[in-house]
């Protein structure tokens, strides 16, 4: 899950959770406030019954007569020991309230409807159901103990709670949702500068290490962050060039020795005096001598073109290039009874580096000539894609390929797919290392696909043609 | 024929000093610009074989020093590999030609050679083993002097060969000669007999006696007389 998804669902769940409890606390004052209010009051008028009754005993209860109004408009019953009912106000008749052994309060809901109890209501209530506030108290006269039981009708609070419920629930939903626009509009501030961060850091790479993140100076941790990755860039920036540099360097102290050893064995072969079972010897150590200056150069070559610095672009017909270097390699195809054949369209014109592109094909026809195998096929197809002003080159071959888990390894320095092998033919394993940063240097893509022990295929695209 | 050789490394001088001197030529050898241009200004030299990087004032400086008091020696100059700024510098500066290190004795024969056919003997600028010519100006091969068609690869090759007469020339050096450095030599190498085979019909060599097989490193020609 994105940051910004979590940001948002986090600051989305923490207002909700907010307000639900706020809601609650609401709604339960709200619930519980006109219960307790009615409890005194049935609290009082229970006190005030107690204090002006008159039992008679083994009879009925009466009140005194100026304290008649009391019962209305509450429903009230006096029970005795024997559960007699010795006293009732008028509503006891129309409605049956049980009594529960208990101090508190409680709600008894009827089914009928307000209007029976107060006719005289007003008409938007009038056919809602009656509930009931009950109260019992216990007390004690002339030595006998009586339960006293009170209540009020009150307007049936469960649909007014309900109303309110459904009301907060709404409400929180729509919090919700302005909490998640809020969460989701917030977390995209917080996180722009982190986007903008990471798309900088994203373009660096081995040919942009002099980009940096512009800093803004507020001092803030994602400045802090901006500084760090920058410091890391310095650093990296750093290793690449002294990299570059000590392998261009240690190529370059090489030559001297090596131009001493091949020019000192080259001599000692001129000599017919070498006995003849030194002599094999002498070659192979020339053998290898050559292996090795031709190492060096194209380390050199390699390090020229890692640090950029040779791209001189020219108008040519790529066709030309494609045939001149194909026809080098004619006596050793018809050697090795290789077919070849060369499929272009016409007349593609491109600008590029022409030395470059020469030794490109150079290097992969090279490749598929000395991977291939005898009376093997070689076929080269080449097609522009004016859209993208690419030329699209496909080098098919017949050779041994590449298994599978190597295939973006063939493009590594050294890589070798079959050391003896390639090793027999003189390659430096860096041919197709070259050939990538030729192409990378032009702006294209190239990839190398296989079906080991049947056939590969370099798949390469440049974006090199000439706009006419 | 007097050679000066300007490198650092004095491994490098005496072998290649050792070569040269094989070849008859008379070698005189400096280790820094300095001790080279001091060696200049004393006495004349048909060819000077400068290396770049030099403690002190380096080939460029040399170079232009010496441009710069009108001595026209030939001069090679021995460059860094892949760097085509130094190549051009040393151009502009009057280099005559330039060799990259590592390089092969044949290829730096071969190219004295042609410098001093370019330079000073201008009378006999040819080529000739036996009844075979050859104008490194021209371009031309001639035999029994009708003109023969060679390709430009066989040409190369004869007249390497006739650069380097007398020694035996590897099929790998003729490959670098010939293709270059962005071909393969060991793959190219493969190659050299096919052309051989038809420079030898080309020019009537039958029994092999002009372009002379060398086993084990391969080809040479082999004629004292010009």
């Given at each position: 899950?994105?940051?910004?998804?979590?940001?948002?669902?986090?600051?989305?769940?923490?207002?909700?959770?907010?307000?639900?409890?706020?809601?609650?606390?609401?709604?339960?004052?709200?619930?519980?406030?006109?219960?307790?209010?009615?409890?005194?009051?049935?609290?009082?008028?229970?006190?005030?019954?107690?204090?002006?009754?008159?039992?008679?005993?083994?009879?009925?209860?009466?009140?005194?007569?100026?304290?008649?109004?009391?019962?209305?408009?509450?429903?009230?019953?006096?029970?005795?020991?024997?559960?007699?009912?010795?006293?009732?106000?008028?509503?006891?008749?129309?409605?049956?309230?049980?009594?529960?052994?208990?101090?508190?309060?409680?709600?008894?809901?009827?089914?009928?409807?307000?209007?029976?109890?107060?006719?005289?209501?007003?008409?938007?209530?009038?056919?809602?159901?009656?509930?009931?506030?009950?109260?019992?108290?216990?007390?004690?006269?002339?030595?006998?103990?009586?339960?006293?039981?009170?209540?009020?009708?009150?307007?049936?609070?469960?649909?007014?709670?309900?109303?309110?419920?459904?009301?907060?629930?709404?409400?929180?939903?729509?919090?919700?949702?302005?909490?998640?626009?809020?969460?989701?509009?917030?977390?995209?501030?917080?996180?722009?500068?982190?986007?903008?961060?990471?798309?900088?850091?994203?373009?660096?790479?081995?040919k942009?290490?002099?980009?940096?993140?512009?800093?803004?100076?507020?001092?803030?941790?994602?400045?802090?962050?901006?500084?760090?990755?920058?410091?890391?860039?310095?650093?990296?920036?750093?290793?690449?060039?002294?990299?570059?540099?000590?392998?261009?360097?240690?190529?370059?102290?090489?030559?001297?020795?090596?131009?001493?050893?091949?020019?000192?064995?080259?001599?000692?072969?001129?000599?017919?005096?070498?006995?003849?079972?030194?002599?094999?010897?002498?070659?192979?150590?020339?053998?290898?001598?050559?292996?090795?200056?031709r190492?060096?150069r194209n380390?050199?070559d390699l390090?020229a073109l890692e640090?950029d610095?040779t791209q001189g672009r020219e108008n040519f017909l790529l066709n030309d290039l494609v045939r001149e270097v194909i026809d080098e390699f004619q006596p050793l195809l018809q050697r090795m009874r290789i077919g070849c054949t060369l499929r272009m369209e016409e007349a593609m014109r491109v600008w590029a580096d022409r030395e470059q592109l020469r030794r490109l094909f150079i290097n992969l026809m090279d490749n598929a000539v000395k991977y291939n195998r005898e009376g093997g096929e070689i076929r080269l197809q080449a097609v522009s894609r004016d859209a993208t002003g690419e030329v699209q080159v496909l080098l098919f071959n017949t050779g041994e390929g590449v298994p599978a888990a190597d295939r973006d390894k063939v493009f590594d320095q050294f890589y070798r797919v079959e050391?003896?092998r390639s090793t027999a033919f003189g390659g430096s394993g860096l041919g197709l290392t070259l050939s990538k940063r030729i192409v990378e240097l032009h702006g294209g893509r190239i990839v190398l696909e296989s079906k080991p022990g049947q056939w590969t295929q370099i798949d390469m695209a440049l974006p090199i043609l000439s706009r006419s | 024929?007097?050679?000066?050789?300007?490198?650092?490394?004095?491994?490098?001088?005496?072998?290649?000093?050792?070569?040269?001197?094989?070849?008859?030529?008379?070698?005189?050898?400096?280790?820094?610009?300095?001790?080279?241009?001091?060696?200049?200004?004393?006495?004349?030299?048909?060819?000077?074989?400068?290396?770049?990087?030099?403690?002190?004032?380096?080939?460029?400086?040399?170079?232009?020093?010496?441009?710069?008091?009108?001595?026209?020696?030939?001069?090679?100059?021995?460059?860094?590999?892949?760097?085509?700024?130094?190549?051009?510098?040393?151009?502009?500066?009057?280099?005559?030609?330039?060799?990259?290190?590592?390089?092969?004795?044949?290829?730096?024969?071969?190219?004295?050679?042609?410098?001093?056919?370019?330079?000073?003997?201008?009378?006999?600028?040819?080529?000739?083993?036996?009844?075979?010519?050859?104008?490194?100006?021209?371009?031309?091969?001639?035999?029994?002097?009708?003109?023969?068609?060679?390709t430009p690869k066989?040409?190369?090759?004869?007249?390497?060969?006739?650069?380097?007469?007398?020694?035996?020339?590897?099929?790998?050096?003729?490959a670098?000669?010939v293709w270059g450095d962005a071909f393969d030599p060991f793959i190219m190498s493969n190659n050299i007999?096919v052309h051989?085979?038809?420079?030898?019909?080309?020019?009537?060599?039958?029994?092999?006696?002009?372009?002379?097989?060398?086993?084990?490193?391969?080809?040479?020609?082999?004629?004292?007389?010009?």
């Amino acid at each position: 899950m994105k940051i910004r998804h979590r940001i948002t669902l986090w600051i989305t769940f923490a207002g909700i959770l907010a307000s639900l409890v706020l809601s609650l606390i609401v709604f339960f004052e709200m619930v519980e406030e006109p219960y307790e209010l009615l409890d005194q009051e049935l609290a009082r008028q229970a006190d005030a019954l107690i204090s002006n009754l008159r039992i008679l005993p083994k009879g009925p209860a009466s009140l005194a007569a100026n304290r008649q109004h009391f019962t209305s408009p509450y429903w009230l019953r006096i029970i005795d020991r024997q559960q007699r009912t010795i006293f009732a106000s008028e509503l006891v008749a129309t409605v049956d309230i049980p009594v529960r052994n208990t101090d508190e309060g409680y709600s008894v809901n009827t089914d009928i409807p307000l209007r029976k109890i107060f006719p005289d209501m007003e008409e938007d209530d009038r056919d809602e159901l009656t509930a009931f506030r009950v109260r019992v108290f216990p007390f004690e006269y002339s030595g006998e103990r009586f339960v006293l039981q009170i209540a009020r009708p009150v307007e049936n609070f469960n649909q007014e709670t309900v109303e309110l419920f459904t009301t907060i629930e709404l409400g929180l939903v729509a919090s919700g949702i302005v909490l998640l626009l809020i969460g989701y509009v917030t977390a995209g501030r917080i996180l722009a500068p982190i986007r903008r961060i990471n798309a900088i850091a994203g373009t660096f790479n081995e040919k942009t290490l002099n980009i940096r993140i512009p800093l803004r100076d507020n001092r803030d941790e994602l400045d802090e962050l901006a500084a760090s990755l920058n410091a890391m860039f310095d650093r990296l920036q750093y290793s690449f060039v002294r990299q570059k540099e000590f392998v261009a360097n240690a190529a370059h102290e090489l030559k001297t020795p090596i131009t001493i050893l091949r020019v000192s064995l080259e001599e000692l072969l001129q000599c017919d005096t070498i006995p003849e079972k030194e002599r094999g010897g002498v070659e192979k150590l020339t053998q290898t001598v050559l292996r090795m200056d031709r190492l060096v150069r194209n380390l050199l070559d390699l390090s020229a073109l890692e640090m950029d610095r040779t791209q001189g672009r020219e108008n040519f017909l790529l066709n030309d290039l494609v045939r001149e270097v194909i026809d080098e390699f004619q006596p050793l195809l018809q050697r090795m009874r290789i077919g070849c054949t060369l499929r272009m369209e016409e007349a593609m014109r491109v600008w590029a580096d022409r030395e470059q592109l020469r030794r490109l094909f150079i290097n992969l026809m090279d490749n598929a000539v000395k991977y291939n195998r005898e009376g093997g096929e070689i076929r080269l197809q080449a097609v522009s894609r004016d859209a993208t002003g690419e030329v699209q080159v496909l080098l098919f071959n017949t050779g041994e390929g590449v298994p599978a888990a190597d295939r973006d390894k063939v493009f590594d320095q050294f890589y070798r797919v079959e050391k003896s092998r390639s090793t027999a033919f003189g390659g430096s394993g860096l041919g197709l290392t070259l050939s990538k940063r030729i192409v990378e240097l032009h702006g294209g893509r190239i990839v190398l696909e296989s079906k080991p022990g049947q056939w590969t295929q370099i798949d390469m695209a440049l974006p090199i043609l000439s706009r006419s | 024929m007097r050679i000066l050789l300007v490198d650092d490394d004095p491994d490098l001088r005496a072998q290649v000093e050792r070569v040269l001197s094989g070849e008859r030529y008379l070698v005189e050898m400096a280790g820094d610009g300095d001790e080279a241009l001091e060696k200049i200004f004393a006495e004349p030299y048909d060819v000077i074989i400068l290396d770049i990087m030099l403690p002190g004032t380096d080939g460029f400086g040399v170079l232009k020093e010496l441009r710069e008091e009108k001595i026209d020696t030939p001069v090679i100059m021995l460059t860094a590999r892949g760097d085509v700024e130094d190549r051009v510098q040393g151009l502009d500066l009057g280099a005559d030609d330039y060799l990259a290190k590592p390089f092969s004795m044949a290829e730096l024969l071969a190219r004295i050679r042609a410098l001093l056919r370019r330079g000073g003997n201008t009378a006999h600028p040819v080529l000739q083993v036996r009844n075979i010519r050859l104008d490194p100006k021209s371009r031309e091969v001639t035999r029994d002097g009708a003109l023969i068609d060679l390709t430009p690869k066989e040409f190369l090759l004869l007249e390497f060969l006739l650069y380097n007469r007398n020694r035996a020339v590897s099929r790998f050096t003729m490959a670098e000669h010939v293709w270059g450095d962005a071909f393969d030599p060991f793959i190219m190498s493969n190659n050299i007999d096919v052309h051989i085979k038809n420079l030898r019909r080309k020019i009537g060599d039958d029994g092999n006696e002009i372009v002379r097989s060398v086993r084990g490193v391969g080809y040479m020609i082999k004629d004292g007389e010009e």
